[in-house]
């Protein structure tokens, strides 16, 4: 992933793993448009 300070994320879910991704998984489905950023 490229580091652009100007680059936000809607969303930041900090500590990745299932539950994580699994998070980020059922946000991307909701209608809309965002960025979620996974630490």
């Given at each position: 992933?490229?580091e ?11 500590g990745?793993?299932?539950s ?7 946000l ?5 448009q965002?960025r979620?950023?996974?630490?």
């Amino acid at each position: 992933m490229s580091e652009d300070p100007n680059q936000t994320a809607d969303i930041l879910i900090i500590g990745g793993g299932l539950s994580g991704t699994m998070l980020a998984a059922q946000l991307l489905r909701r209608p809309g448009q965002r960025r979620i950023l996974i630490i």
